[in-house]
């Protein structure tokens, strides 16, 4: 079983960046692929981005965030990063990470993140 809790959100003007964070407790962490999610006021839940198993060589982007988001992943202290640069205010979000693809017994509480001048 793993436990998945997400930090680093806050409040940033637009064209600021934010490093979020998502500690796993639990093991066996490095076989998981994990994902970032985030679901804006009254739309769905959607992936931002992903990274493979292992040494994360692989990564994916949803278009609107590719170029701008950087997911990483660091095995020995079982976290997965997401970097934000030129944040917009349609970035606005809670922002959630998972394993991928997502189960619903891991979501945690999230982090909101929002871009208001």
Do not use: H
Request: contains cysteine; glycine residues 12%.
């Amino acid at each position: 079983q793993v436990q998945l809790v997400e930090s680093g959100g806050g409040l940033v003007q637009p064209g600021g960046s934010l490093r979020l964070s998502c500690a796993a407790s639990g093991s066996g962490f490095s076989i998981y692929a994990m994902g970032w999610f985030r679901q804006a006021p009254g739309k769905q839940r959607e992936l931002v981005a992903r990274i493979t198993s292992g040494s994360g060589r692989i990564t994916n982007y949803a278009d609107s965030v590719k170029g701008r988001f950087t997911i990483s992943r660091d095995n020995a202290k079982n976290t997965v990063y997401l970097q934000m640069n030129s944040l917009k205010p349609e970035d606005t979000a809670v922002y959630y990470c998972n394993i991928y693809p997502a189960l619903n017994t891991y979501w945690g509480q999230g982090t909101q993140v929002t871009v208001s001048s």
